[in-house]
T-cell receptor, first 115, second 112 residues
Framework: DVKVTQSSRYLVKRTGEKVFLECVQD?????MFWYRQDPGLGLRLIYF???????EKGDIPEGYSVSREKKERFSLILESASTNQTSMYLC??????????????FGPGTRLTVT | RKEVEQDPGPFNVPEGATVAFNCTYS??????FFWYRQDCRKEPKLLMS???SGNEDGRFTAQLNRASQYISLLIRDSKLSDSATYLC?????????????FGSGTRLSIRP
């Protein structure tokens, strides 16, 4: 059974802080994703990685960066948190094989509040 | 106009009823389509892929209408456990994941 875990379920940070969100998957998936989910807007893709040390911008990468040093781990970094980054952050992984749009498995999410 | 649109609902139907909802997409070059289910305060999980010929999985039937650019989900004999938000996902032509678009979801509530 695929398992995607995220480092925190709830997080409260102050404006201007650097924030790290960690995601780990245990199924040797090639692709990993970071989304944010806001009411009425659905899930929006922030960044995507299809291999170690590879990354691609999604629809809303501004204010975020990512790191993928190992295949199983994909980190989302908020360089200087702002209140408009208060959201639910969801990590996902998928098998790969040149098909980033194959079934995605999601982690439980991190609800981040920036005050 | 949003690239993927869903009626947000909520759809409130009695147990045992049949319910259907659609998801429209704007890019005619869209290649693949999915329905995900998301329970309250949980992560989305794949419900079913949507194939050109339509496909059925138990009480669930998914259809694709390329001419009118929408996908549909039909739930027969609805159960209380079907209460959830249903997200449609559309992948546009191209190799970049930035073309993966999630709808904002349709909320379904089944009442006893």
């Amino acid at each position: 059974d695929v398992k995607v875990t995220q480092s925190s379920r709830y997080l409260v940070k102050r404006t201007g802080e650097k924030v790290f969100l960690e995601c780990v998957q245990d199924m040797d998936h090639e692709n990993m994703f970071w989304y944010r989910q806001d009411p009425g807007l659905g899930l929006r893709l922030i960044y995507f990685s299809y291999d170690v040390k590879m990354k691609e911008k999604g629809d809303i990468p501004e204010g975020y960066s990512v790191s993928r040093e190992k295949k199983e781990r994909f980190s989302l970094i908020l360089e200087s948190a702002s209140t408009n980054q208060t959201s639910m952050y969801l990590c996902a992984s998928s098998l790969g094989e040149g098909q980033p749009w194959s079934e995605q498995y999601f982690g439980p999410g991190t609800r981040l509040t920036v005050t | 106009r949003k690239e993927v649109e869903q009626d947000p609902g909520p759809f409130n139907v009695p147990e045992g009823a049949t319910v259907a909802f659609n998801c429209t997409y704007s890019n005619s070059a869209s290649q693949s389509f999915f329905w995900y289910r998301q329970d309250c305060r949980k992560e989305p999980k794949l419900l079913m892929s949507v194939y050109s010929s339509g496909n059925e999985d138990g009480r669930f039937t998914a259809q694709l209408n390329r001419a009118s650019q929408y996908i549909s989900l039909l739930i027969r004999d609805s159960k209380l456990s079907d209460s959830a938000t249903y997200l449609c996902v559309v992948n546009f032509a191209g190799s970049s994941a930035s073309k993966i678009i999630f709808g904002s979801g349709t909320r379904l509530s089944i009442r006893p």
